[in-house]
């Protein structure tokens, strides 16, 4: 058995490292785009956290970034021929693909996404994906016509019926030019799918009574059921040492998290910077900016009902500063900001895959029910719990809310109590549109 790399903290930063990413074993097969370069990054910052990384590369792979970088960077050599005698013999493509905990395919090419879905297998990274018997992570990168062709998204469609998983591709500008969905998702948000991929397959892998280990397995209305819950704020960083945040303090968020648990549903829990504890028997994966929660939230997918409840920034600066801004003669600089994505729009899209129940939240300052009824409308959500925020009510990080629940038809209002009884009446709630619809 071949010894996976070992791992030097790069920034020691433990607040960034999820427990379970930190011990596991990641084999990344890096396909051959234009965004490989994002790969190198990848492996970096998988490393920062505690994993351990071992390396595939295409030939095509080779044609962008040299397996020297990404055999620095991961501290191990990289694995780029079928019918290398030496590889063979110090490590299979079997033995190489089952060792890893998860498997990323980052970038995955059209070409890529194509052989995966008919199962050829023919070179090291095409046949190491089909033997593996792990969970399949995949970031594809592509030019966007090749991403919304037919052939692709039927592809797309096999690999997920498959069981395999996708993070991105995002919007934006691409290499060639145009603009559209097809860039490789950024690096920390495939580091937050992957903990988010992680946090599944470790939970099947827990002793009976330690967490919640399938739906079967509990009882409750909601047993047998996968709620996804967004919670906290989000940290968009401005450089290094500095980000843009908000006050919510996640204890609404990781309440109703709570609840639903208790109700005997399987529940995943992404949650935004916050100062407590994850909440007994639930799934729970730490980001720290919007495209992270998104990417996290899509891997965690698909659920039953999707809450959210976090409060996600909704800009980030445009160019992140890799360095510390200083203070200087020119004086403060100028901030340009580029929204983020919508999470809870973006769940709430018609698709086979959306949650029967998408509900979001409305933190309003003023006209709480015309803002939230307008919300409801353009986020296509089921329903909104709003509440007010103004100065005074003490709502955030406070332990009491007063909300009103708002869907097309009705609007009603709760009176003050605290936010685990709010948790609890909302999941109530839940359990009897759920019932209703299905
Ligand atoms: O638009 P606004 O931020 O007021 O909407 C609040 C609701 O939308 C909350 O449920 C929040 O979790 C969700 N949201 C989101 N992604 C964003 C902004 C808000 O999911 N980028």
Partial sequence: MAVWPAVFALNGDESMTGTSLSTSRILLVIGGGIAAYKALELIRRLRERGARTRVVMTSAAKQFITPLSAAALS?????????????????????????????????????????????????????????????????????????LHPATQRNVAALRQDGVL?????????????????????????????????????????????????????????????????????????DPVRFIGNRSSGLQGHAIAQAAADAGARVTLVSGPVCIPDPKGVEAVHVEDARAMLAAVQAASPADIFIGAAAVGDWRVAHFGAQKIKKGAAGPPTLALVENPDILATISRKSPARPTLVVGFAAETEHVIDNARDKLRRKRCDLIVANSVAEGTGTFGGSANAVHLVTAAAVESWPEMSKQEVAERLIERLVAILKDKT
């Fill in 75 to 147: 501290g191990d050599k990289v694995y780029d021929d079928l019918f290398s005698l030496t590889d063979e013999a110090e490590m299979g493509h079997i033995e190489l693909s089952r060792e890893a905990d998860l498997v990323v395919v980052a970038p995955a090419t059209a070409d890529l996404l194509a052989r995966m879905a008919n199962g050829l297998a023919d070179d090291l990274a095409t046949t190491a994906l089909l033997a593996t018997d792990k969970k399949t992570l995949v970031a594809p990168a592509m030019n966007l016509r090749m991403w």
């Fill in 166 to 238: 996708f993070v991105g591709p995002d919007d934006g500008e691409m290499a060639c030019g145009e603009y559209g969905p097809g860039r490789m998702a950024e690096p920390l948000a495939v580091v937050a799918a992957i903990e988010a991929a992680l946090a599944k397959s470790t939970s099947l892998a827990l002793p009976a009574g330690v967490g919640r280990v399938s739906g079967e397995r509990a009882s409750g209305p909601l047993a047998g059921r996968h709620v996804l819950v967004t919670s906290g704020p989000t940290h968009e960083p401005i």
